[in-house]
């Protein structure tokens, strides 16, 4: 409530600055989004006429109707047809929208319902070391012009283990009913994206709401479905030690490498039944799951007044793990034409979104951040595994997430003339209430609560003047003002050690905890951090004959987070489009569509990182490897330059995006071929980049501007009626992106610069891995190649038998960072979907196939299998064995036998013994239904419309990747295995309008 | 139409003036420059910061003992392949541990801390009138120390050094390294001056430093800042490392004389190795001292000589990651009525006070074992003992290594007796038993700081002075005694050459 309070009088701060009614605004109006947009589809354009159909008969426009003529400026876009996708089991946008739009990379990487997935528009404009660089990356999603706000990384600062962000760590965009939308639209083209503002630079997805309609309609669609339990190869102890024998046979004399060698105790006892017995712990880890969709809505009102409610509920079972994603959705949206010349918005959309999380160990230490004895892992027994499970289920971890948009939005219309001003507000919190009990810590217990809220208020004004000089000249003038106000809070506590395990009080509470906890292991933090955008707009748009159509739009953005001496940023877009039929074509038969539009201008990016602002600055960075959340000493405060974050200096400008976009809309034969192609080129220049440098002044890195990163490509979109005579019909649709990026300056003019385990060189693509050459075994140590009588060294250690053979790539006869090369990407070059629909009569299907081409990843599971030596040797993190241990993944036979002593670290994975080409096509959806709606009208004095449907999801994945699905891997393209698997599953639903 | 673009301009224009504010906010996360240095708070800040640095150099990966106890090779490695690499002398092994001891960073980031402090402090003495002329030379004298201590510290590290001291901010450069020589001259004259300034005790009415230190009482300040005594310590340890032993003589002297000023003693062995002794929270007696004081929640699981050394039974952890063998501990501990650790008459240990499961396949090395707040509790392995640079015992055996050398034999062996070995149950020396001098106050630095991080610059300056360990003499000879500097630094710095010995 306080937030409401403090908005409304930011809010009337500004506006008593201005006098009301002449201010214009901008707004990110539906109607209007779709003006400037072309209808092209990834199905079919009968689909397409449909829903504009249904948009048609709503009661009460948002935006202001304009002429036809307007309409023929076409920027690209993608628009998707929700109805296309509530066949699948979806709780997600990005599980929504993956293959469905050219240009639109979607990363699943894990089959756990609710978990963190990735999008990336026209590639990524900077390298993706972590959560910052994902975060600052990800497109803008708007519903009903509220544009949504994520989750801020910066939690990440006080994470030692940053395998999940503390809290729920809930993907907020479960927070979409797909039943509740309309329409999607995917904008990639800058004209497109810069009404959106700096946010919106990694591109927008619009979502609009259904609209009311003053008929009195109920809906209600269900679906239930069953997720099939995976068939894995299960090991036990006497496979594991069979695979490590080879190595102690090979390099061993005794069975000990050295005196101080000691084998690990749970593989060595042959006669132990934990580890030695039976493996089918898979009896307890995997499962069938059932997963169910209700989804009620009720819409109706009067000529002047109407709304719509809906009611939903998805449950979601990952098929691993006992994990489950609940989701209670509510939507409500309200129009009322008070006057005339007056029209009053509202919608209000919550969710609430509750997660059992993986009971994953490498994640419960890291969360911990402790690291009890790892020599004894989990045992693949299920009477034992099940004694862990029965521990775990002793404690417990609650996460819940509250996700509300909310917008109110008034517009005039008096003739040509409108206004439109619009409050909004995107407020999402998670809680996480964590116990874990003294058994499964060797008698310790622990405790963590956090509270945490992302929050976004909107306060746009946008005023738009339509001139219509004869029949030929149209223009349109658009002014507009928008402020949000960002905020990213979170309260977090952990503590150790209770006094015993009944007393779970809130840490975060007044008393702390202390009567429950030591107060001596009781760590509590807050932080917060706040991101604000004012911006301005104008905007013009001349249209001639319907032919030409020219648009300019200038804006200027000014961002708490840019530095005051650099504080606005101005910038351009530029587009035409020219309706080719039209003006030449228009006696010819075979061109039903053509027309050509280009658009280019600039648009700025956002900085998230409120250091940015402020210059040379202090903080209270005073800890060390393992123990990263110091803030004193001696019980004190300290502050200190931030060492560890890295330098910042004065004279940081905001970066932007230079972007050109080319295209063209065909569709010949009668509308049942058509074709959309898409060039463009996105610069995105003068971004900041850590530069390893100033050691000597204590520094880990200097973040300085200059970092210029070129993505182009194409994207294309072709479907077609190839059959659609009588009762069948059959219409594929490809879409697919091709993107090539490329690093075209760094900070300094440097050529190159090697930042931890990566290598990034101008002209060269940034998702690319820096690797030794693999070149086999030295299988003795005469073999190894001698120059001078100095054998060849790796980093000034002789190589030896047992020792991988890297390629000396500049011949000095020495293995070291000068031999590595720049090899694979780690996001594919080229992914899309090939969707079919066929129709028989009331029957009909659809086929949908993803894919991804040109990707290549790590299999790092496999490396830290064969370098068991290393990864068992320090009791850290990496140590950890997940029960999946036990499954037999990977290609064994695919790697030499190296000597896993040799401190070369043969089995290190910058090396491309472990690059594995990871393209795939999968199928995903197959789709049956039949419309029942003649039957059920027959039968029932309402009419309606009855709809019943069955599908199967993600049925197979064609690829020569030899670890888990590759789809189950994050932006780095380091497959560590903790992807879980994405189920396959079978779906019944039903569909009922009335 | 002109009327609505006009008023629309008019009305923007005085709405960005309205929402100024919304842009122009603070950072909550960090301060800005022109939000520090200001009041004496921002003082006491950046002073504790720069200690807090001081000590997450020493603590990162378990630095000061793998440098320290580790390299030397005594201590046997169980199943850690970077402390394997570290006892083989093999510091080019591309393990994260082993990669982190080789990089200075954070070193520089003490001294960065310092020149920033040293540069900026006295806009603060002109702002906040409560900020006295003496609180101001007390810090100042404390950073001094802090910044000589780290260059010391790097300097047997790594031999030649950057030799950096101002803040450069903003304008930074490459530097190169600068001889030993001349960073160590550097460093002697900074502790000199330092000592001069610095108080024996902080708010305990010292001459030097009246009234309540930052107003806080003594107690809170006991050992955890440098005093007069600290700066001698370190100056002592200087010197002993040029060999210059004269000086040795004179900077131990003054400590000798003056302990009691600052509340500093001899300890027991009891003292010396309980759970919630000397090492635990902060004390006088560390001359030079760290706390990870685990009631100010500042305890921590790493960082800590603990992490390393301690096992099942003392802590849950099967095996240590370093531990001293059965055989090794007999030939340091081989005198009878040692305190610290010796056998009975059949031949089982008195005590388990330096070692615990003598008898078992890994004694575990458990002197220092200060398990949360000086627990016995070996379920947590949360540790909360100070970093001791050096202490009274410390200093009084250089002493005796400085007299030795000079040829004072009756002065070494006064000090050798009445200092140590009597404080820990030993008869007094005799050279028929314990053999020549030299040799038994190394073995005594050996036994009296074992895992305290001496060790391995007491073998260094032992081979100088008997030159009868060929292996370590090899490697004085040929740098090899030194770090490599880490790759990652001389990519970033062109200026900067390896280390001869890891070319």
């Known amino acids: 409530m306080r937030f409401i309070a403090t908005i409304t009088f930011s809010g009337l701060l500004c506006l008593t600055t201005s006098s009301f009614g002449t201010t214009t605004g901008y707004t990110h109006v539906p109607g209007y989004a779709s003006l400037l947009n072309s209808q092209l589809q990834t199905d079919t354009a009968k689909n397409k006429k449909a829903d504009t159909s249904t948009v048609d008969t709503a009661l009460l426009k948002l935006s202001p109707q304009r002429k036809s003529g307007l309409l023929e400026l076409k920027l690209k876009s993608t628009k998707i047809n929700p109805e296309k996708l509530l066949t699948y089991p979806a709780v997600s946008i990005q599980q929504y929208l993956k293959g469905q739009a050219a240009g639109l990379y979607v990363q699943e990487t894990s089959g756990e319902p609710g978990t963190m997935q990735n999008m990336f528009m026209h590639g990524t404009s900077q390298p993706l070391f972590s959560a910052r660089e994902q975060f600052q990356t990800q497109p803008l999603i708007v519903l009903d012009g509220v544009t949504l706000v994520g989750e801020h990384p910066f939690s990440f600062d006080i994470q030692q283990y940053k395998f999940n962000r503390i809290g729920p760590a809930t993907n907020l965009l479960t927070n979409i009913d797909m039943e509740n939308i309309a329409s999607i639209e995917v904008l990639t083209d800058i004209a497109a994206i810069a009404a959106y503002g700096p946010r919106g630079i990694n591109g927008v997805i619009v979502l609009v709401s259904k609209t009311p309609d003053k008929a009195n309609q109920i809906a209600f669609n269900s679906f239930f479905s069953v997720g099939q339990r995976p068939q894995v190869t299960t090991i036990n102890g006497k496979y594991e030690n069979a695979f490590r024998k080879q190595f102690y046979d090979k390099y061993t004399a005794a069975g000990r490498f050295s005196e101080d060698d000691t084998y690990p105790l749970y593989l060595s006892d042959s006669l132990s039944n934990s580890y030695y017995g039976p493996s089918n712990w898979t009896d307890l880890y995997y499962r069938n799951s059932i997963s169910h969709n209700v989804n009620a809505a009720i819409s109706g009102g009067v000529e002047r007044a109407n709304f719509r409610f809906s009611l939903g509920n998805v449950r979601n079972q990952g098929v691993a793990d006992k994990t489950v994603l609940n989701r209670y959705s509510t939507q409500f949206n309200i129009n009322m034409k008070p006057l005339q010349w007056l029209t009053f918005s509202a919608l209000v959309n919550g969710n609430r979104v509750e997660r059992l999380r993986n009971r994953n160990q490498r994640d419960r230490f890291g969360q911990m951040n402790y690291v009890p004895d790892l020599s004894t892992p989990l045992s693949p027994n299920k009477e034992m595994y099940g004694n862990f499970l029965s521990n775990t289920d002793n404690g417990f971890d609650d996460n819940k997430t509250n996700i509300l948009e909310g917008s109110a939005r008034m517009a005039i219309n008096v003739g040509t003339f409108s206004f439109a001003s619009r409050f909004g507000a995107d407020y999402n919190e998670g809680y996480r209430d964590l116990f874990y009990p003294k058994t499964l810590l060797e008698g310790n217990s622990y405790a963590s609560n956090y509270y945490g809220f992302n929050q976004r208020l909107i306060f746009d004004n946008t005023a738009m003047y339509d001139l219509k000089l004869n029949s030929s000249h149209n223009f349109h003038f658009e002014l507009g003002q928008s402020i949000t106000w960002d905020t990213y809070k979170y309260n977090y506590g952990y503590a150790y050690k209770g006094f015993n395990e009944f007393i779970k009080l809130n840490l975060l509470d007044g008393g702390g905890g202390s009567s429950a906890f030591p107060k001596q292991l009781l760590y509590k933090f807050l932080d917060k951090t706040e991101n604000n955008l004012l911006s301005f707009y104008g905007r013009a748009v001349y249209n001639f004959k319907d032919n030409y159509t020219l648009s300019a739009l200038v804006r200027a953005d000014a961002s708490s987070n840019a530095q005051p001496t650099s504080r606005w940023f101005v910038s351009p877009v530029l587009s035409a489009a020219w309706n080719v039929k039209n003006e030449l074509l228009s006696t010819n038969d075979l061109f039903n569509q053509f027309s050509i539009r280009v658009s280019a201008g600039r648009l700025g990016r956002i900085e998230h990182f409120d250091n940015s602002a402020q210059g040379p600055q202090y903080t209270a960075e005073l800890g060390f490897t393992g123990n990263i959340t110091t803030p004193g000493y001696n019980a004190f405060a300290g502050l200190t330059r931030p060492y560890t974050y890295g330098w910042v200096g004065y004279g940081i400008p905001w970066a932007y995006a230079d972007q050109l976009n080319i295209g063209t809309d065909i569709s010949v034969l009668k509308d049942r071929l058509r074709l959309s192609v898409d060039f463009y080129t996105k610069t995105d220049k003068n971004q900041l980049l850590g530069l390893p440098s100033y050691a000597e002044y204590g520094y880990t890195q200097s973040f300085e501007s200059g970092m210029s990163v070129n993505n182009k490509g194409i994207d294309l979109t072709i479907s077609g009626d190839v059959f659609s005579t009588g009762k069948f019909s059959w219409t594929p649709a490809l879409n697919l992106n091709f993107n090539a990026n490329k690093l075209m300056a760094l900070p300094r003019n440097l050529d190159q610069i090697i930042i931890n385990d990566k290598m990034l060189k101008v002209g060269e693509p940034i998702d690319q891995y820096w690797l030794f050459t693999n070149e086999g075994i030295y299988t003795s140590d005469a073999d190894v190649p001698v120059v001078n009588g100095v054998p060849m060294k790796y980093n000034g250690i002789t190589l030896k038998a047992g020792d991988p053979k890297w390629k000396d790539l500049n011949g000095d006869n020495a293995i070291d960072f000068n031999d590595k090369s720049l090899n694979g990407n780690a996001l594919p070059k080229v992914a899309g979907g090939f969707n079919n629909d066929f129709k028989y009569g009331n029957w009909n299907f659809g086929v949908n196939l993803y894919f991804n081409i040109g990707r290549q990843l790590i299999n790092q599971e496999m490396a830290n299998r064969f370098d068991f030596i290393n990864q068992e040797s320090g009791n850290t993190i990496n140590s950890v064995k997940e029960i999946t241990f036990w499954e037999k993944r990977g290609d064994f036979s695919k790697y030499p036998i190296y000597n896993p002593w040799s401190t070369v670290i043969p089995y290190r994975i910058d090396q491309d013994l472990f690059l594995e080409n990871a393209s795939f096509l999968k199928l995903r959806t197959v789709t049956a239904g039949y419309d029942l709606s003649s039957w059920f009208n027959s039968k029932s004095k309402r009419p309606g419309k009855l709809y019943v449907y069955a599908t199967a999801n993600n049925l197979f994945t064609l690829t020569n990747y030899t670890g888990q699905d590759p789809e189950l891997v994050s932006y780095t393209g380091y497959d560590n295995g903790y992807g879980m698997t994405i189920p396959k599953t079978y779906t019944l639903g039903i569909r009922l309008g009335l | ?503």
């Open chain 2, 1 to 503: 139409m002109k009327k609505i673009i006009l008023g629309s301009l008019i009305s923007l224009s005085l709405l960005s003036a309205g929402c100024k504010k919304a842009i122009e906010i603070d950072s909550k996360r960090v301060v800005g420059e022109k939000n520090m240095w200001l009041v004496l708070e921002d003082t006491r800040a950046a002073l504790i910061g720069t200690y807090g640095l001081t000590r997450a150099a020493l603590a990162d990966n378990n630095a000061h003992w793998l440098y320290g106890d580790v390299r030397p090779g005594e201590f046997t490695v169980t199943n850690r392949q970077d402390l394997k690499a570290i006892v083989d002398n093999n510091l080019n092994a591309s393990y994260s541990a082993v990669e982190a001891l080789s990089n200075w960073r954070r070193w520089y980031a003490v001294i960065n801390s310092a020149n920033l402090f040293l540069e900026r402090v006295a806009e603060v003495k002109a702002k906040d009138p409560r900020y006295t002329e003496n609180n101001m030379t007390v810090d100042i004298a404390q950073i001094r120390f802090l910044r000589a201590f780290a260059y010391f510290y790097m300097v047997r590290i790594w031999g030649d050094v950057p030799l950096i001291v101002s803040s450069h901010d903003g304008q930074f450069e490459n530097v190169k390294r600068e001889s030993q020589q001349k960073v160590l001259a550097f460093v002697e004259s900074e502790l000199i001056a330092a000592a001069a300034l610095l108080p024996y005790k902080y708010s305990a009415n010292d001459i030097q430093q009246p009234g309540r230190y930052y107003n806080e009482d003594e107690t809170r300040w006991a050992g955890a800042l440098a005093r007069k005594l600290t700066a001698y310590a370190i100056l002592t340890h200087v010197a002993a490392w040029q060999g210059n032993y004269p000086n040795v003589a004179t900077y131990s002297k003054f400590i000798m004389d003056n302990y009691g000023k600052g509340g500093n003693g001899f300890i027991s062995t009891d003292e010396l190795t309980r759970a919630n002794g000397f090492f635990n929270e902060k004390k006088n007696n560390h001359l030079l001292g760290f706390n990870f004081d685990f009631g100010h929640v500042d305890a921590s699981f790493t960082g800590h000589i603990e992490e390393i050394t301690l096992a099942s039974p003392v802590v849950n952890k099967p095996l240590p990651d370093i531990y001293l063998s059965k055989d090794s501990i007999l030939s340091v501990f081989n005198e009878a009525k040692d305190q610290r650790f010796s056998l009975d008459t059949l031949g089982q240990p008195i005590n388990a006070r330096y070692f615990t499961n003598f008898n078992g396949k890994y004694p575990i090395f458990s002197k220092i074992k200060v398990i949360q707040g000086g627990s016995t509790d070996p379920t947590f392995r949360i540790f909360g003992s100070a970093i001791v640079v050096t202490r009274l015992e410390d200093i009084a055996l250089l002493r005796a290594e400085a007299l030795a050398v000079l040829g004072e034999r009756d002065g070494a062996i006064e000090i050798l007796n009445n200092n140590i070995r009597r404080n820990r149950g030993l008869d007094n020396y005799n050279p028929l038993i314990n053999g020549n001098l030299i040799d038994a106050i190394f073995k005594e630095r050996q036994r009296e700081l074992m895992g305290e991080g001496h060790r391995w610059y007491d073998l260094i300056r032992y081979a100088k002075i008997r030159t009868t360990m060929p292996k370590i003499n090899r490697l004085i000879e040929n740098g090899g005694i030194y770090w490599p500097i880490s790759r990652n630094l001389i990519i970033q710095n062109n200026l900067l050459t390896q280390n001869s010995h890891w070319k």
